[in-house]
Nanobody, 125 residues
């Protein structure tokens, strides 16, 4: 089993930055691909970014490319999402997810088996 706990959300002004962290507990964190998803009010949950077990493969949604960076530290059992140039449209609950997949293609929600509770990110205009 894997437990995931997100942190780092909050209220920021448009154009600002925020770094989300996802702390994982479990025996095999380094074997898992990790992803970030978000859900805005009235919207379906959508893919944001993903990273494979080694950190050598990453994927980003078009809406965040060039602004967000996903990274991980297997030694610290933590995955990060650095968010820069934030826009009001980025306002959502951001959730961390883990799954045993090779990440040879853009992942889907059902590819991930474990989910955190989410952290709220609000970007003021």
């Amino acid at each position: 089993q894997v437990q995931l706990v997100e942190s780092g959300g909050g209220l920021v002004q448009a154009g600002g930055s925020l770094r989300l962290s996802c702390a994982a507990s479990g025996r095999t964190f380094s074997s898992y691909a990790m992803g970030w998803f978000r859900q805005a009010p009235g919207k379906e949950r959508e893919f944001v970014a993903a990273i494979n077990w080694s950190g050598g493969i990453t994927y980003y949604a078009d809406s965040v490319k060039g602004r967000f960076t996903i990274s991980r530290s297997n030694a610290k059992n933590t995955v990060y999402l650095q968010m820069n140039s934030l826009k009001p449209e980025d306002t959502a609950v951001y959730s961390c997810a883990a799954g045993l997949l090779p990440l040879w293609t853009i992942p889907r929600i059902h590819d991930f088996d474990y989910w955190g509770q989410g952290t709220q990110v609000t970007v003021a205009s």
